[in-house]
């Protein structure tokens, strides 16, 4: 699966069936969490693969075109238990959608499952794309001018470069306890983020799906 276009489908309620559909539409494999089955169900497409312990969804809802992965590991999430097979397979990079939703819970331990795997993560949301970014790294990546752009640390970044918004970052550290740059905003059409370690949370609001993974791995 490496190269290309992997769409894994969690349970979350929030994003929209149309917004599910579009990334749906745009991606070249379509992996859906357990619950996530529903999601992509509800848009009128079939999955390729589903996987999860099956506590949300049973088999009998799985098309028979679609594999199904049965891993009743209660030791691990549904969210994990994708990125692990996605990584046995040799995939690089996967985008999660439906991520969000009323269990702040599961967002929360989506973006811990995203900062362990050696897989390449983004998140695609409601209103625009988070990437989980691990330094060393220094990625270019092309934004709307005038869009929200924030970068969160999850692990201390150290040394970072936040440049091509209204208020850039130079150089700065930046820790959940201390400096971060939320609800920043594009002021150049390419934005440049780099640092020498850590990891962070990089968001560009957005109202389609940005497949940008390639500037990432």
Not at 92 to 99: E, K, N, P, Q, S
Not at 189 to 205: C, M, N, T
Request: aromatic share 6%; hydrophobic share 40%; glycine share 10%.
């Amino acid at each position: 699966m490496k190269g290309l276009k992997v769409l894994g489908v969690l349970g979350g309620n929030y994003m929209s069936p149309a917004k599910v559909a579009a990334w749906i539409e745009s991606a070249d494999v379509v992996i859906a969490a357990d619950g996530g089955l529903l999601r992509v169900l509800e848009t009128g497409y079939i999955p390729d693969i589903v996987i999860g312990d099956f506590d949300s969804v049973t088999l009998d809802q799985v098309h028979e075109s679609t594999v199904s992965i049965v891993d009743s590991n209660q030791d691990s999430t549904d969210c994990k238990k994708l990125l692990d097979h996605l990584h046995a397979r040799g995939g690089d990079h996967v985008t999660l959608i439906c991520a969000e939703g009323d269990l702040t819970d599961h967002f929360l331990d989506t973006i811990h499952n995203a900062v362990r795997t050696d897989i390449g993560v983004s998140i695609g949301l409601e209103r625009g794309t988070a990437w989980i970014l691990k330094g060393p790294i220094s990625v270019d990546i092309h934004a709307e001018v005038g869009r929200r752009a924030s970068l969160l640390p999850l692990v201390d970044m150290v040394n970072v470069q936040f440049t091509g918004t209204k208020w850039e970052v130079d150089g700065k550290d930046m820790s959940v306890q201390g400096f971060t740059s939320i609800s920043n905003q594009v002021s150049q059409p390419q934005l440049h983020v780099s640092f020498d370690k850590g990891a962070g949370y990089l968001f560009i609001e957005s109202e389609h799906p940005n497949w940008n993974f390639r500037h990432f791995s």
